[in-house]
């Protein structure tokens, strides 16, 4: 059985920082792709960034420049570092990972089997 947990949500004022945590378990080979997404009320779910096993990243374009993705991957842990936050950031943040595509750069919901439970992440 795989587990995604995520952490670090909360509350953060406009222009504010907040760094997201996901920690894997169950299955090492679970990790070869990993990434965020997020969903607004009323929104489809959205791809945020993903990062490979060996580092290579991509990230939405309305998240460049702000937020950064990192993995420790002795842990099993992906991270999400989030900058200069505004309204339209406001989302449930949820883990996923797909260890079937190695070259991680898609952003298909689909593809990724497994997820957590998400973590709030309010702007105001």
């Known amino acids: 059985h795989v587990q995604l947990v995520e952490s670090g949500g909360g509350l953060v004022p406009i222009g504010g920082s907040l760094r997201l945590s996901c920690a894997a378990s169950g299955y090492s080979a679970v990790t070869l792709c990993m990434g965020w997404f997020r969903q607004a009320p009323g929104k489809e779910r959205e791809g945020v960034a993903t990062?490979?096993?060996?580092?290579?990243?991509s990230l939405a374009d309305s998240v460049k420049g702000r937020f950064t993705i990192s993995r420790d991957n002795a842990k099993n842990a992906l991270y999400l570092q989030m900058n200069s936050l505004k309204p339209e950031d406001t989302a449930m943040y949820y883990c996923?990972?797909?260890?079937?595509?190695?070259?991680?750069?898609?952003?298909?919901?689909?593809?990724?089997?497994?997820w957590g439970q998400g973590t709030q992440v309010t702007v105001s």
């Open positions: 996923a990972a797909n260890p079937y595509d190695a070259v991680c750069r898609s952003f298909d919901i689909q593809g990724f089997p497994y």
């Open positions: 990062m490979a096993r060996g580092g290579s990243a």
